[in-house]
């Protein structure tokens, strides 16, 4: 009942930036926790940067100082700014939401996105 919907990821060159987007639909209630995950080849899915609906965040040691992510509530949209990428960045990149949704009456919803290559060259 609830959508999320990512921006293209894209190739890329090791120190050069990126920026994802993911934007929620459905008749929502409540945001809470947004978040990206991601997954490379042969590895686990992992997180990569949440924020609350309070905008507290919090990152992946691997990501920290290099990545940003915000929300902007009024467009249900989280964004993942990925500045001085690096190889082992690539991966796809999962949009994960939950919260309240509308269907006669509240519930909680946990959705993911489609996923989004991201490929950082050398």
């Known amino acids: 009942q609830v959508q999320l919907v990512e921006s293209r990821g894209g190739l890329v060159q090791a120190g050069g930036s990126l920026r994802l987007s993911c934007a929620a639909s459905?008749?929502?209630?409540?945001?809470?926790?947004m978040g990206w995950y991601r997954q490379a080849p042969g590895k686990q899915r992992e997180l990569v940067a949440s924020?609350?609906?309070?905008?507290?965040?919090n990152y992946a040691d691997s990501v920290k100082g290099r990545f940003t992510i915000s929300r902007d509530n009024a467009k249900k949209t989280v964004y993942l700014q990925m500045n001085s990428l690096k190889p082992e960045d690539t991966a796809v990149y999962y949009c994960?939401?939950?919260?309240?949704?509308?269907?006669?009456?509240?519930?909680?919803?946990?959705?993911w996105g489609q996923g989004t290559q991201v490929t950082v060259s050398s």
């Open positions: 994960n939401a939950v919260g309240k949704y509308y269907h006669g009456h509240l519930l909680d919803f946990d959705s």
């Open positions: 459905g008749l929502l209630f409540s945001i809470n926790h």
């Open positions: 924020i609350t609906s309070d905008e507290s965040t």
